[in-house]
């Protein structure tokens, strides 16, 4: 009598146990759902003002200093690069990790600022002055470092630039470390949804 109940009790802990590891990668996915969303909207918005802000600059400095023809079409160092590399979260199969690096140096083929992953969802709604000075600190490059690199790839358009034009290569790069973002975030999400799956079918089986 006293052994039925002690397996009683056993199964019992072990559904509850199962019951809870199911609810919490479930909480998860859920909330990296809404992280997703989140982040897809911001993307929206990000990339409407840069392409208001390119289109103001091009009419305050006129049409035949904003356009295609005016594009360096030779082969050099790209400023900005993508890194994929593999991790191991909560002792789950890896999975891809994208990283952001940032303002190579295109003079010595060294790179000016460290590695930058994507930014947290906290940042997502800062003004551009605490922006850039929040990737200074990540890197470890001097502000002015940064603000020299980006200057030399608008100075194609020549040495005075309109302001919107500055504001939209901000929007543009805010943009893309947001893409950064999703594309982290989608990896974390595909993955705590085949745990949920895994879950339910070890519960249904």
């Keep these: ?29 859920l909330d990296s759902l809404d992280g997703y969303l989140t982040l897809l909207d911001s993307l929206s918005s990000t990339l409407s003002q840069g392409w208001l802000e390119l289109a103001s600059a091009r009419h305050a400095m006129g049409a035949s200093r904003i356009n295609g023809a005016l594009l360096d079409l030779k082969v050099h160092a790209a400023a900005t690069s993508l890194k994929v590399s593999e991790q191991d979260v909560d002792s789950m199969e890896s999975q891809p990790c994208f990283t952001l690096c940032k303002w190579a140096s295109s003079d010595n083929g060294e790179r000016s600022s460290g590695e930058e992953k994507s930014l947290s969802p906290q940042l997502r709604h800062r003004n551009n002055s605490q922006l850039s000075e929040k990737v200074s600190t990540r890197t470890g490059t001097p502000l002015i470092l940064v603000d020299q690199q980006r200057q030399k790839s608008l100075s194609v358009f020549g040495v005075l630039v309109s302001p919107k034009l500055r ?39």
Aim: aromatic share 6%; proline share 0%.
């Design 1 to 29: 009598m006293m052994e039925d109940q002690e397996e009683k009790g056993n199964a019992e802990n072990g559904i509850g146990r199962q019951k809870q590891v199911k609810d919490e990668y479930l909480l998860q996915f």
């Design 167 to 205: 504001s939209a290569q901000l929007s543009f790069e805010r943009a893309l470390e947001t893409l950064v973002e999703i594309a982290n975030l989608h990896t974390t999400m595909l993955s705590m949804f085949e745990q949920v799956h895994k879950e339910l079918e070890n519960t249904n089986g």
